[in-house]
């Protein structure tokens, strides 16, 4: 189950949802010595080794409330300096969607393996405590906001004045050409 809302407050970015058991966090603690947010470091190796592309996010843990985990997943800072590097400066909505880009599917592969019960995670020590996860991605959209692309409005623009010297332009020709008897 999600936590509620109002316990956490989600900026712009990738999240990875993990619900996890109080109990088995106990043995585990018992056990182990470690806890849940250990389990982070856990599944940033998953990621880094086991997951398909081989993928450049790194993961970070944003929030802890009662029986949840919120993992913030983020381009590791090599991919930034290379992205950054080649195109120089890069707004906050290009890089939340290259974000978006490559941190995704890796965290709905791991999703879908925690809700599945799969092998790798359901007999690993600190990844079995997870019961449930969910991906949810808060990037706006290139038509919100400020245009990713300004061509459009700088079409408008263009058509207007175009309009407006026509209109201006037929007005004066009609002005000073002679009255039609």
Do not use: W
């Amino acid at each position: 189950m999600r936590p509620s809302p109002e316990s956490y407050n989600l900026p712009l970015g990738v999240f990875l949802f993990l619900g996890y058991s109080e109990t088995d966090e106990a043995l585990l603690k018992n056990h182990s010595n470690m806890t849940v947010q250990d389990a982070v470091s856990s599944l940033q190796e998953i990621m880094h080794h086991e997951v398909t592309n081989k993928t450049s996010c790194s993961l970070t843990l944003y929030n802890v409330t009662k029986e949840n985990l919120i993992v913030m997943a983020k381009l590791s800072s090599e991919i930034l300096r290379a992205h950054n590097k080649g195109k120089g400066h890069h707004s906050s909505l290009e890089l939340l969607t290259k974000e978006k880009e490559e941190c995704v599917a890796p965290l709905q592969d791991i999703s879908e393996k925690i809700n599945t019960h799969h092998p790798e995670f359901h007999s690993h020590l600190l990844l079995s405590i997870f019961k449930m996860a969910e991906v949810e991605v808060k990037v706006p959209s290139k038509s919100s906001g400020s245009p990713a692309n300004p061509q459009p409005s700088l079409v408008l623009l263009l058509s207007g004045l175009v309009a407006s010297s026509l209109v201006l332009f037929f007005q004066h020709r009609l002005m000073k050409s002679p009255p039609v008897s």
